[in-house]
């Protein structure tokens, strides 16, 4: 499976989150608050560069890697993601410049689950959530552990590794993001020296 085939794969399986996310939110999922980035705004978020190779893809595409690529190269480890415009000075409020291509944790957070020591389901939230979403929380919370399907992380996860062992390693968002368009520039340096060598 070469780079774009592993992209398209990714694409696909944020497709069949999408969708198993639809269910959960119909049946009473809960949703992260509106406008609200303290998450995005945390360089500490761990990610892995095979999730952004549709971004790196998307920005390769519009002309504007290398310049991504020197941004990042050129900021400091305590900048928030990439992604992210804060509109509130302390970044606790702000948006996604690329929703659709956000990687697997943007679109697991607030919506997926993961089992605690006991086996028990937990939801994948914040402090915020739980307290501003208290009682719809703890029903929340409730139902996963009865009968409301909600998608796993880990399976998310796992069928991520079984893509790229290599490029499912996990870094700082801004980090895993800078490989991802390191690896795209590499994989397309190198098709374009090919293609110019059959002509």
């Keep these: ?8 794969a990714v694409l696909k399986l944020f497709e069949e ?25 945390s360089p500490k978020v761990s990610a892995s560069p095979l999730e952004f190779l549709p971004l790196a893809f ?11 690529l020197q941004l990042l190269e050129e900021q400091s480890q305590e ?7 804060k509109t509130s000075e302390d970044g606790s409020k702000g948006y996604c410049t690329n929703y659709a291509y ?11 689950a993961r089992r605690n020591k006991s086996g028990r389901k937990e939801l994948i939230t914040c402090k915020i959530l739980k307290e501003e979403k208290n009682a719809e929380f703890l029903e929340l919370d409730k139902n996963i552990n009865a009968d409301l399907a909600i998608p796993m992380a880990t399976n998310y996860y796992s069928q991520l590794n ?8 996990s870094y700082p968002i801004n980090e895993a993001i800078q490989r991802a368009i390191e690896v795209v520039l590499r994989f397309k340096y190198y098709e374009e020296e090919e293609q110019s060598t059959q002509v």
């Design 58 to 68: 998307d920005f390769y595409s519009k002309g504007i890697a290398e310049a991504k």
């Design 162 to 169: 079984d893509l790229d062992q290599y490029l499912s390693a």
């Design 17 to 41: 989150l999408e969708q198993e996310n639809k269910e959960y939110k119909a049946q009473g999922g809960m949703t992260c608050v509106s406008g609200c980035g303290k998450c995005c705004a």
């Design 102 to 112: 956000r990687g697997m944790i943007c679109r697991l957070f607030g919506s997926a």
């Design 1 to 8: 499976m070469n780079l774009i085939e592993k992209s398209q």
């Design 79 to 85: 900048e928030s993601c990439l992604l992210f415009r």
